[in-house]
């Protein structure tokens, strides 16, 4: 792939990330497609050049052409990226994959693990795609708020492929003089990390919500950067990657950002409401909760300690009471911080 030579690009999903991204890409000169789910978010697209439900105040660029149907988004393209939330990845993949022609290449933006099976994006890709495209399939991760981007702030992030000289590629085609992004082959260390650091920032808000101060905050990030390692490297990932922008970049910004979902998920748990009364006010998909159930399951499995992902599991999904959840982890048995 030549990243001067990529003109037409898809995106598949209107949320908000998706919707910066396909701007990010639109005003670098790219036509890109954006395929919508919603039929009220492509009227204001198509009529009124913003995504409203997802994107408010953003004026989005006249080389995005809304679209409804994934025929006419893949038709021709060089590049397509998929920003849906992990629940639906399969589905839309294998709705995709009759449309999608050799040597287009996949980048996944979607930070999670598939319940069911406890796969990775890319081993979703691996289940549901020929060799041609789990070759050169990339994910993208790290620390970036999609208003933000939006506002061109300065963003710093990694893609991953298996392939260096693909990821080095999407590198080019991605970067401009807001958002700088280094490439990564660890494929395993940039989802794992992207999509723990929700379950983490789930914790980091309900500690906030009880107003237990910055010191149990730092803990807790630092603590579940620790889980996050162990997961990931029993899982193949270099522990190096999850010091890095996917891992703690992104850590940091989703337990600490006000703009972050998961963590206001956790501030709303430690202010006493239920679970089901969060997500029914919430417009926009918390990946963190449904990440919980798949993590505390894999991390099981694989017989990885990960004790703050399991005490959020109990939490959200077994009504434990967060204190007594902080009592259960700071009453844990005494050990060595690094493991020999």
């Known amino acids: 792939m030549q990243p001067d030579k990529i003109s037409r690009i898809a995106v598949i999903g209107a949320g908000s990330w998706g919707t910066t991204l396909a701007n990010l890409l ?9 395929w919508v789910r919603e039929d009220e978010v492509h009227e204001q697209i198509l009529k009124e050049r913003v995504n409203r439900e997802f994107l408010p105040d953003v004026k989005l660029s006249a080389r995005i052409q809304p679209v409804r149907s994934y025929e006419e988004a893949l038709e021709g393209k060089e590049v397509v990226l998929i920003v849906v939330p992990s629940h639906v990845f399969r589905e839309v993949l294998e709705g995709m994959r009759p449309s999608l022609r050799e040597g ?3 980048v996944s933006a979607t930070k999670g693990i598939e319940n ?22 990339a994910c993208l991760a790290g620390p970036s708020f999609a208003r933000e981007v939006s506002r061109k702030v300065p963003t710093v992030i990694t893609i991953a492929s298996r392939d260096e000289t693909h990821a080095a590629s999407l590198q080019q085609l991605l970067s401009t003089d807001f958002f700088r992004v280094y490439f990564s082959t660890d494929l395993i260390g940039v989802q794992v990390a992207g999509a723990l650091k929700n379950v983490i920032a789930i914790a980091a808000g ?21 889980e996050i390692t162990r997961l990931g490297v029993a899982m193949g990932a270099n522990p190096l990657t999850l010091a890095g922008l996917a891992g703690l970049g992104d850590l940091v910004l989703t337990c600490t950002g006000d703009l972050s979902r998961n963590r206001t998920v956790g501030l709303k748990i430690g202010q006493g409401l239920s679970l089901q009364e969060i997500t029914g006010s919430m417009k926009m998909v918390a990946e963190g909760i449904r990440t919980t159930k798949a993590a505390h399951a894999l991390a099981r499995k694989m017989g990885v300690e990960m004790p703050i992902t399991a005490e959020v599991y109990r939490i959200l999904y ?23």
């Open 116 to 137: 069911q099976s406890l796969l990775l994006m890319s081993q979703v890709a691996d289940e549901v795609l020929t060799q041609p495209f789990r070759r050169s399939f």
């Open 318 to 340: 077994e009504g434990k009471d967060p204190r007594d959840a902080v009592r259960d982890l700071m009453t844990r048995e005494l050990k060595a911080e690094i493991e020999h």
């Open 104 to 106: 287009v290449a996949l």
């Open 26 to 34: 639109a005003e670098k000169g790219l036509s890109v497609d954006l």
């Open 206 to 226: 309900t500690s906030d919500g009880l107003q237990f101060g910055h010191n149990a905050r730092a803990g807790l990030i630092t603590r579940g950067l620790a």
